[in-house]
């Protein structure tokens, strides 16, 4: 019976988000009012979101501020759904109720991300109990990585799903982006184009790759947005006039990136790509005129600036250039520049939980890194991932069986080809962990040329049907055969059974953060009982901190 609530609850929430998408399109967008019901999922990602930081500001997120917004949501689901006649035409509704059940088999899992209890829950938890507060970076390095996955994760707390639900945002990111790019594949191309196969690509690495919706953090999810993006980016360059459409979903998913991780504002040049191709810095009244969705994207971006000022004093952490160290509740600068030397060495495997190497200092300068970083690290987890990747373009040659030795390419692709190239770069000089950014742009390292090469061969759509079919399910049965074996394994490992409690694993002490060198705020209380006999025990922000 706790395994059919689950499910049901699932699908309840999804609708919830549906419904906030169909009051996006009608209300906010100007060129996608009757789009696919992808689109509409990740558009309710979005502006629940965007809801979530605006509420925050004034109220805590707790039942019943999420109620409410619950109850909104079915009502616009209600209400939209039937005015929306594309997204009631019976192949939607086919696509929408296929990845939804499929990704029920991804929701069950025992053990979580280590992130997760790690900060994920402490910060979620934070957001449910108290509005906005200054300076808690200060009391763990938990706070100071403000992700909108913690935001959008906060209003699916309630009496009937506690804190199991916090799943949702990279499930259905995967839902609808599976919805999206199957949708295209199938009914949108009349020829095998380069975008056609780069989609196919991008349908395979995430269904494949990112299986285990446990290990999705808030990287995985941004990484999901980032390919989408770039296959809107070729899409929108590939025509001689700009097709509003792709470019107003282009600017709500570049913004739903910068959000997820701030990092990510360097993907802010591919949007300046495409913008200079069709307008002028000196014409950005037309810009600004044109696209409505500026406006919200403008004031997102300001929230996001606004919550990580006031949870470290810095625009963009760790980056300490960004940091004003003039607010009273601002970390410290030196406490920010050990963060950001620590986060390089454990991205270039100097560190670990259990190891950490001699002299950091001089480990992460220059490429002093590299030997330790090739032997602990490239393998196998990159070496893995090349291999994989590689294993994926031979398959596709495989299927299609190229015969034509011909490599075309316009200059555009060139550019963003470039652009990739150059981030590639920085990643592996800087931060050389999958994680932080590797996964995709080594995808598309190799997925590009492949794509290339192939469009280059001028197959027949209609002809090569069934070829694209066994691709697409080819992705599905790996996807599912992982999943459901990973739940064996769970089962013979932890004793988990999801037809008896398909929760995943949360200890009480997953909520409480310790920082025994922090006595900077003066507002104690007692702590509870079971913690009396700690002398300097003091409750902040609902968390025992021990000091």
């Known amino acids: 019976m706790e395994f059919i609530f689950f499910i049901l609850t699932y699908f309840l929430l999804t609708f919830n988000i549906l419904g906030y998408g169909y009051f996006f399109a009608k209300n906010f967008s100007t060129y996608n009012k009757n789009t696919n019901i992808g689109y509409v999922g990740l558009y309710g990602i979005f502006f629940l979101t965007f809801i979530s930081y605006l509420t925050n500001l004034v109220v805590k997120h707790d039942y019943l501020h999420n109620s409410i917004l619950l109850i909104l949501g079915i009502i616009f689901f209600i209400k939209y759904f039937l005015s929306f006649k594309n997204l009631r035409k019976e192949k939607d509704i086919k696509y929408f109720l296929f990845f939804l059940t499929l990704s029920t088999i991804a929701i069950l899992y025992f053990k979580s991300h280590d992130d997760f209890l790690y900060y994920h829950l402490s910060f979620i938890n934070n957001l449910t109990l108290n509005k906005v507060e200054l300076g808690l970076g200060n009391f763990d390095l938990a706070f100071n990585h403000v992700s909108s996955l913690f935001f959008f994760h906060s209003l699916f707390s309630f009496p009937f799903t506690g804190d199991y639900f916090y799943f949702i945002g990279p499930a259905l990111i995967m839902v609808f982006s599976n919805i999206i790019l199957v949708k295209s594949i199938l009914e949108d191309n009349k020829k095998l184009t380069f975008n056609f196969f780069l989609k196919l690509f991008i349908f395979i690495f995430i269904n494949v790759f990112f299986y285990r919706l446990a290990e999705h953090g808030t990287d995985r999810s941004a990484i999901i947005f980032i390919l989408l993006s770039i296959s809107l980016i070729f899409q929108i360059l590939d025509k001689k006039k700009l097709n509003n459409q792709m470019f107003e979903n282009l600017i709500i998913f570049l913004t739903f990136i910068i959000s997820l991780k701030s990092f990510y504002v360097i993907y802010s040049l591919l949007f300046l790509v495409v913008y200079l191709k069709y307008f002028s810095i000196s014409k950005i009244s037309n810009f600004y005129k044109s696209f409505r969705i500026v406006n919200l994207s403008i004031i997102f971006g300001i929230l996001i600036l606004f919550y990580n000022i006031a949870y470290t004093g810095c625009l963009i952490y760790p980056a300490s250039f960004t940091c004003f160290e003039s607010f009273y509740w601002s970390m410290d600068i030196s406490r920010i520049e ?210």
Not at 410 to 419: D, T
Not at 423 to 452: D, K, M, Q, T, V
Not at 461 to 487: E, P
Not at 492 to 515: A, E, G, H, R, W
């Open 338 to 547: 050990w963060a950001a030397s620590f986060y390089e060495l454990w991205a270039k495997a100097g560190a670990t939980p259990t190891y950490r190497v001699d002299n950091p200092e001089n480990y992460i300068s220059g490429f002093n890194w590299l030997t330790v970083w090739t032997e602990n690290y490239f393998f196998n987890k990159v070496s893995d991932t090349i291999i994989g990747l590689i294993v994926t373009v031979l398959i596709f040659f495989v299927v299609f069986k190229p015969k034509k030795n011909k490599f075309e390419i316009i200059s555009e692709h060139k550019i963003i080809y470039l652009v990739l190239l150059l981030y590639a770069f920085e990643w592996f000089f800087n931060h050389p962990s999958l994680r932080y950014g590797g996964y995709h742009l080594l995808a598309l390292i190799f997925f590009i040329p492949a794509s290339i090469f192939l469009s280059n061969q001028g197959f027949n759509y209609t002809k090569n049907f069934k070829k694209i079919q066994l691709i697409l399910l080819i992705g599905i049965v790996i996807f599912s055969y992982r999943n459901i074996d990973r739940v064996i394994n769970e089962n013979v490992v932890y004793d988990y059974n999801p037809f008896i409690s398909p929760k995943y694993k949360i200890d009480l002490n997953d909520y409480y953060l310790k920082n025994k060198k922090n006595n900077i705020f003066n507002n104690t209380k007692n702590c509870n009982k079971e913690f009396k006999k700690e002398q300097n025990c003091k409750i902040v922000n609902s968390y025992r901190i021990f000091y």
